[in-house]
């Protein structure tokens, strides 16, 4: 889906990222991983156009993701931020409406499709019950996940997703990821998910991308990737990976 070439993005007189040539969103859910700073947000806020490359190029669908009007970008790509913006005075349902702005008529009225596609959306999202309540004054796990159920509600094929789980309690971060991978399986989506969690990713991603100080220097599947070397490397902390009875194995620090 994306193909960069030669890619290279310079802050303040440093090159934060250089990626040499790598195709992404072409497997199901592919997890970026990396330590802080390792520029996984700039490789994301690229591929979602928020920022431009000083050097090198981005393709999407085999065209200059330059040359895309936004509202046809908005139809093949979603982006979820790290950090989101306070939505004041919107309740949740308003907000997931709002990933419906690129599908909506010339007057801006949402039909019957949209309203079916945003109740879907909270459905499998699990803030259905919480649709009345304004974004601002729910939890941050609740807010969370009324931002990605407004993702879903963009139905775009290719979904962003910065740290989607850093502010969900542990089983709401597994049901988010199940959803992702779900969706990907089911919707045959194209998802791109930045994650700390190594167990996480394992488990759901079909592809793990490492970033070490703004270079990929992992590619490769899940298995490969829980590798005591590997997370040494990327990391530098000793770990083991531990059977798990499900057949996904896991890592811990040793
Ligand atoms: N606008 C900017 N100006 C200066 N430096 C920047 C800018 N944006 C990013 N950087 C630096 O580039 C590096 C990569 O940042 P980035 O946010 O992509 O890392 P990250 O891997 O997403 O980190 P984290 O896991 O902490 O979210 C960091 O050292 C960051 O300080």
Request: glycine letters at 10%.
């Amino acid at each position: 889906m994306f193909e960069l070439d030669d890619l290279s993005v310079t802050r303040d007189g440093r090159e934060i990222l250089h990626v040499g040539r790598l195709s992404l969103g072409t497997e199901g859910v592919t997890a970026v991983l990396g330590h802080n700073g390792s520029g996984k947000s700039t490789l994301m806020a690229l591929l979602a156009r928020q920022i431009r490359p000083d050097a090198g190029r981005i393709a999407l669908e085999g065209r200059a993701l330059d040359g895309y009007r936004q509202r046809d970008l908005a139809r093949r790509v979603s982006f979820l931020p790290q950090r989101l913006p306070p939505v004041a005075g919107l309740n949740m349902r308003d907000l997931v409406g709002l990933g419906r702005f690129a599908w909506r008529g010339a007057l801006g009225r949402m039909g019957a499709r949209d309203h079916a596609v945003i109740a879907q959306a909270m459905l499998d999202t699990g803030c259905e019950a919480l649709a009345d309540h304004l974004v601002d004054t729910a939890s941050g796990g609740e807010r969370q996940r009324a931002w990605i159920a407004m993702l879903l509600a963009q139905e775009a094929p290719a979904l962003l997703l910065d740290e989607p789980t850093a502010a969900l309690d542990l089983a709401h971060a597994y049901e988010v990821m199940a959803l992702l991978h779900r969706l990907s399986r089911v919707a045959k989506r194209r998802v791109v998910v930045i994650l700390h969690d190594v167990n996480l990713a394992a488990r759901y991603a079909d592809r793990i991308v490492a970033l070490k100080q703004g270079h990929v220097t992992f590619d490769g599947p899940p298995r490969a990737f829980l590798d005591p070397e590997v997370l040494r490397s990327l990391y530098g902390i000793e770990m083991t990976i531990l059977p798990h009875p499900d057949g996904h194995p896991q890592a811990a620090v040793a």
